[in-house]
């Protein structure tokens, strides 16, 4: 899987642990060695760190004997370099969203059709509810890669073991909603939060029964009789049955942990809402989560709450768009930083990203906070009830004294909620902890708010009963919040 948040490690789990850095030192040497030696001599450079990464996967699963390999593709799936398995047990598309515009396409049919990829001939597909036109291009996919059924599946097969239900004639199943599985039973727990998750859970549930059918595992439970097609905007869609899930499977929806995802961490008065979360789908399933978790918190007895957005995106994402979604949040304070856990990364390889320099992702961070500030300046202008009594700007400029960037004030502007840069994550968690957070250090007591807005915010952080703060956006910046929250995640 991809990206990983704190250590390269996570992205090859062996029983959902990465696995351990011994292992990974081993592989990756034979790995790298092996590539050198073989290598054509008219293309001396290496693959590149994600293919690297994909080649040194498969063959620690071939060398470590897996029973199951859970593959997922880094960017779309028709020319990704993990779409190379040529019979997989079968294959899943989750839901689409508009991602990696300059690589997939800037409509929901191109990506679709660049995620059908992966169908592979005579192997069963499975997606969940998607637009109308997205959903025919994965269907018109599916027939193109002479996508079937598997007739060990249990269905739609005459001498299968389950009820004969679907046709052969169309390859592609949709997913039936999780509350088909819970029909006449308690409620599903899940171990990820938010509402996006159950047809996430529904795709693993049907991906996870097609392997256990292949496997000839027995005492699967009956499937539930359902009509051998459904009207799906207004197109006939087969659709998988439900079936009778087992204790292991209710167990495993339940103990699903995931870091970085919907995560909440209690740090004394300071809350920390983490969900990485970069496309516009996921920022309103992000804001959904987010309103629900903080009023699932207790609130203080004074009434004295402050909120925190921590927030950066990358790449070519329209961050504008997505900041948008944010703002009926009703933050007090917007900060915008890097992905870098401090200034200097000399001894924090795993979270760098050497094809962006610091500069460069500041500029991107300064770009934010405009937008931040223009998006809030057209609110207050929709509501004249909305109160400006702060104001909000900064400039980071190079402190030659301390060596380190400083925010500086530019001409005022008044807006209700103030935005800030911070040049790395450090400083910026240490700024919205104020010494609350026992796993954060105090920031600076001289010379580390050279900005009007940071000193005042000070004085409220440290006076709120209450500081909640959602980091959301890249998921580079929620693994080194995490980093900076947990450090045993890094040992």
Sequence with gaps: ???????????????????????????????????????????????????????????????????????????????????????????????????????????????????????????????????????????????????????????????????????????????????????????????????????????????ARTWLQRRGCQGLGELKEVPPSTELVGRPVPLAPAFQLTDAMIQGLRDTEWLGRTQVLSHGPVTWYLDGAHTTSSIQACVRWFRQAALNQDKPHDGSEVRVLLFNATGDRDTAALLKLLVPCHFDYAVFCPNFTEVSVANNADQQNFNVTLENALTRCLENQRTWTRLLEEKVGQDPWLPSPLRVGGLLQPAPARGSLVLVPPAPRPLNSPALVFPCLAQALRWVAQGRDPHLAAPAASGAHPHPVASSGAVLLREAAAVRVLVTGSLHLVGGVLRLLDPALSQ
């Design 1 to 207: 899987s991809s990206p990983h948040l704190v250590q390269v490690r996570e992205r090859i789990r062996i029983n959902g642990q990465p696995i351990s850095k011994d292992l990974f030192n081993k592989y990756f040497w034979l790995v790298y060695n092996r590539l050198e030696e073989t290598k054509d001599p008219e293309h001396t450079s290496m693959p590149a760190y994600f293919r690297f990464l994909t080649i040194m996967a498969f063959h620690v699963f071939l060398q470590e004997k897996v029973d199951l390999a859970v593959v997922e593709v880094g960017i779309g799936g028709t020319y990704d370099c993990t779409n190379i398995i040529r019979a997989p047990v079968v294959c899943g598309v989750s839901s689409l969203g508009i991602d990696h515009t300059s690589i997939l396409g800037d409509t929901m049919e191109k990506i679709a059709w660049q995620k059908g990829g992966i169908f592979k001939p005579g192997v069963p597909a499975f997606t969940v509810a998607q637009p109308e036109q997205p959903l025919e291009v994965l269907r018109e996919r599916a027939q193109e890669r002479k996508v079937s059924w598997w007739q060990g599946c249990g269905w739609g097969v005459p001498h299968g073991r389950g009820l004969s239900l679907l046709s052969p004639q169309c390859p592609l199943y949709l997913c039936p909603e999780l509350d088909d599985f819970e029909d006449g039973c308690q409620a599903l727990e899940l171990g990820l939060a938010g509402a996006h998750q159950r047809s996430n859970a529904a795709l693993a549930l049907q991906l």
